[in-house]
Structure formats: C-alpha cells, structure tokens
C-alpha cells in the first residue's frame, strides 16, 4: 500500500475465506466488508439484461447459475465470517439505482468517517 494512503477497495474480492486468509497474511486486516444483497431471480433477470446490452459472454444462464451456487459454497461463509466480527454492511440491492446508491454513500461515510457502528447496516 503506497504511503499516506489510508484504505483502498477492493471489488469482488476476497470471494472465499482461503483468499481472505491469504490477504490478512501478506498485507493486513480487513476493515470491514460492504455486500449487495440482491434476491437470485432479480439478479438473474439483470445479468440476462446486461447481456443485451454488453459484449459479456459470462452473462448466459449456465455460467449465471454456477457463479450463483459458487457464491453458495463459498461466498456465504465469507459474509458470515465478516459478520460475526461486526464488519459487515448488507445494502438492499433489489432497491431502485437511486436508493442502492444512497444506502451504498451512507454505508462509506459510517466506515470512512470512523463511526461504522452507528446506523443501519
């Protein structure tokens, strides 16, 4: 991590708790996790959707279902994990663009500002 830099965010990672571990080894603790939590057949219906409109080849039922059922497996006890360490925020993302957004800012200003016990989460 550059020097003077005080977080950095990563997207879709870690996606199990090996990854995780490996991190936490080489680099450090996670401060906290931030997860959208979208019903199955919504986020389905939005992937066929972005495969209409994007050059995305994984965006086809077969590789949707097995990425579902790997989140499953693997990514689920992530989230767990980070929730019974208290560093978990959960946004309803079956909301409306503007509402995922919103609760998404509230979420970062709780963490960056320090007060992330504070709020919904």
Do not use: C, W
């Not at 990425?67 to 497996?73: E, I, N």
């Not at 959960?90 to 709020?119: A, C, M, P, Q, W």
């Amino acid at each position: 991590v550059p020097q003077g830099l005080e977080g950095v965010l990563l997207d879709g990672f870690p996606r199990n708790i090996e990854q995780m571990e490996e991190y936490e080894k080489a680099i450090g603790q996670f401060d906290h996790a931030l997860y959208f939590d979208v019903n199955s057949e919504v986020l389905r219906q939005r992937l066929l959707q972005r495969s209409v409109s994007s050059d995305r080849v994984d965006d086809v039922k077969t590789v949707i279902e097995r990425r579902l059922k790997t989140f499953a497996d693997t990514g689920r006890p992530l989230l767990d994990y980070f929730q019974r360490r208290g560093k978990l925020s959960v946004v309803d993302g079956n909301l409306d663009i503007e509402s995922v957004y919103k609760e998404t800012k509230e979420v970062f200003e709780r963490v960056v500002h320090g007060n992330e016990l504070e709020g919904p989460s």
